[in-house]
């Protein structure tokens, strides 16, 4: 799982730190993000959330205020405060420093989309059971 990409509804993720590496405190993730993508509203009741904007332009809607995040800005997400975010109209790459055991969420859910779709109900249930509890289904990874 750990420096080998994956596909994850279209974005390439590849897992550089594992939870199991920080004694249980966070993992940390490179991914490269087709245009206007991004998740539905959701939450991280395991920790705060950190993006490092390498290239591209990301829109987060962070607590109900949007934020342009821009190559060499860092974007700081608190522990349980709703937030989704839309990547620019020419895709991006970001560096995110994520809650502890998030990388599963992704792995597992890359797993299961490589053999058939998944639905939002199938994919939200991983997510509760990683730290990715989703608000909604509006515009999820699409």
């Not at 799982?1 to 405190?25: C, Q, R, W, Y």
């Not at 299961?112 to 109900?121: A, F, I, M, R, T």
């Amino acid at each position: 799982m750990k420096d080998k990409p994956f596909d994850f509804h279209g974005a390439k993720f590849t897992i550089k730190v594992l939870t199991s590496e920080t004694n249980g405190s966070y993992t940390v993730m490179d991914i490269i993000h087709p245009p206007n993508l991004g998740p539905a509203l959701h939450v991280h009741p395991k920790g705060s959330e950190t993006f490092y904007i390498v290239e591209g332009n990301y829109e987060f809607i962070l607590d109900g205020q949007s934020i342009i995040g821009r190559p060499g800005d860092v974007i700081f997400v608190p522990k349980e405060v709703p937030h989704k975010f839309i990547v620019g109209d020419k895709g991006g790459h970001a560096v995110v420093i994520s809650p502890p055991d998030l990388e599963f969420y992704f792995f597992k859910v890359s797993e299961l989309l490589g053999k058939d779709e998944v639905s939002y109900e199938i994919e939200s249930s991983i997510g509760r059971q990683y730290g990715q509890v989703f608000l909604n289904n509006t515009k999820h990874w699409k």
